[in-house]
Nanobody, 111 residues
């Protein structure tokens, strides 16, 4: 088990940037895949980005070229750099280690 705590959400204008952080309660070195998901009101939770231990990344088509996922095993932290934000990026963003979820952080993008 690992506890995950997200931070960095907030209100930003369209075109702006935010960096989300996900701090784990223990070492993430042995966690092969970590990811970010999001859930907008009235919609299902969807994958945003994944990162594998070797540094391989995978992104939803809607965020490719705008978002970057990274991990710092020494700090037990996963990041999501979000640039060129759009109103449709508004959602609660959740960090995931395969069987554990954080509580989420709200991202609101105004037009």
């Amino acid at each position: 088990q690992v506890q995950l705590v997200e931070s960095g959400g907030g209100l930003v204008q369209a075109g702006g940037s935010l960096r989300l952080s996900c701090a784990a309660s223990r070492s993430i070195f042995s966690i092969n895949v970590m990811g970010w998901y999001r859930q907008a009101p009235g919609k299902q939770r969807e994958l945003v980005a994944l990162i594998i231990s070797g540094g391989i990344t995978n992104y939803a088509d809607s965020v490719k070229g705008r978002f970057t996922i990274s991990r710092d095993n020494a700090k037990n932290t996963v990041y999501l750099q979000m640039n060129s934000l759009k109103p449709e990026d508004t959602a609660v963003y959740y960090c995931n280690a395969p069987t554990n979820w954080g509580q989420g952080t709200q991202v609101t993008v105004s037009s």
